[in-house]
């Protein structure tokens, strides 16, 4: 008992010391962390990435009015796609009437990785992998459709439209350069929360991106 004291109160004195400097200098000491040596990181939650191809950007309008649309494709997976033959539908204005917008060109590979960018004949932007004539309504849904009729993405902007996932997004207005695009956005898209008012933010300009653009992965994906 007698070996500790001698050690506490020395070490008290200079505590005390300090303290009494800092508080004539104007610092105030740190607040307690309950013992820990820095603060806890608030935890965030980051979406695993889907494990199939998904509608990352488009837009129903742009700048050069309600027929300058595109729709942009992403392999968010590790393995490459062949999506040749399989289409992009439309639905109707807040309704469940559907229409094929366009077939995706027959072999057409998709990359881990990679884009897929289709353009439609009105629109002002260039570098089309794929043309469309436009169709995509302000306020009607898209989906990627395989050869075996299962919707394997869909987007829509009214919450009665017959393709759209969870919240639907507003519908787009304005002759801007705009679009609607997958988070986190710039060269990935890689949530899918089935959630489209989740998954997407309106961003303008657009910045749509092709085949050509560098291979891009999401966070974790190991190609195969």
Not at 85 to 95: A, E, L, Q, V
Not at 101 to 111: A, F, G, K, R
Request: charged share 10%.
């Amino acid at each position: 008992m007698r070996f500790r004291s001698k050690v506490i109160w020395p070490f008290a004195f200079v505590v005390l010391i300090l303290g009494t400097i800092a508080a004539s200098l104007g610092m105030t000491p740190p607040a307690a962390t309950s013992g820990l040596p820095f603060a806890a990181d608030t935890p965030t939650f980051t979406p695993i990435a889907p494990l199939h191809l998904v509608i990352s950007e488009f837009r129903t309008r742009g700048s050069s009015g309600d027929n300058d649309e595109f729709v942009e494709l992403y392999n968010p997976t590790g393995a490459a796609v062949n999506i040749g033959g399989w289409t992009i539908k439309r639905s109707s204005d807040c309704g469940g009437s559907t229409y094929t917008l366009l077939t995706i060109t027959y072999n057409t590979v998709i990359n881990a990785g990679q884009h897929y960018l289709m353009l439609s004949t009105n629109s002002s932007l260039s570098g089309a992998d794929q043309v469309f004539s436009p169709g995509l309504t302000d306020s009607g849904g898209l989906a990627l459709v395989d050869l075996g009729g299962n919707v394997i993405d869909a987007v829509g902007m009214c919450n009665t439209t017959l393709y759209r996932e969870g919240t639907n997004l507003s519908p787009l207005s304005g002759n801007i350069n705009q679009s609607y695009e997958r988070l986190p956005g710039g060269a990935t898209a890689c949530y899918d929360t089935n959630s489209n008012a989740g998954d997407f933010v309106l961003i303008s300009p657009s910045t749509p991106l092709n085949k050509s653009a560098p291979i891009a992965l999401c966070t974790g994906v190991v190609t195969y």
